[in-house]
């Protein structure tokens, strides 16, 4: 399982560090790579940034998007994702706390594999987080990665 990464896309630094907590309460030790805003997860995926378009060995199994982010929202980095064909297929779970029936949708229409909303109590936040880092990490058969960047 440590040979897949986590892109957990996280502005809100009490949510990230609750995220990362549950993933360590889980005993998930992929290797978790931290944007905290949608700029920051386009660069690190697209290759603008140090990380990702050096070396598609760093292409995460799955992305945890947050919805509300500063410079550029989860609903356009999932746009953005979803028509570049190196990204395409990509697995993308948002993670959020809107309960929006629009938020919901447009995910959906946007192409997102999953829509889950973050529970307040942490024994429960944990368990989600748990639940998803064993389906994308150990059940999920990702789709073949063509002409990663």
């Known amino acids: 399982m440590n ?13 990230e560090a609750l995220t990362l907590r549950a993933l360590r309460h889980s005993h998930i030790t992929n290797r978790i790579v931290v944007a905290h805003d949608g700029v920051e997860a386009l660069a690190f995926l697209f290759g603008s940034g140090s990380e ?11 992305v945890l998007l947050d919805l509300k982010l500063p410079k550029l929202s989860g609903q356009e980095v999932l746009s953005r994702l979803r028509a570049d064909e190196r990204t395409r297929l990509l697995p993308v779970v948002v993670l959020t706390t809107s309960s929006e029936e629009r938020d919901v949708i447009e995910s959906y229409i946007n192409g997102a594999n999953s829509y889950v909303r973050k529970p307040v109590d942490f024994a429960q936040f944990a368990d989600a987080i748990r639940q998803l880092g064993l389906y994308w990490l150990l059940v999920n058969e990702p789709p073949p990665i063509k002409g990663a960047p």
């Open 52 to 62: 990702l378009g050096s070396d598609e060995r760093l292409i995460p199994a799955v």
């Open 3 to 15: 040979d897949k990464s986590i892109l957990l896309v996280e502005d809100n630094p009490d949510d």
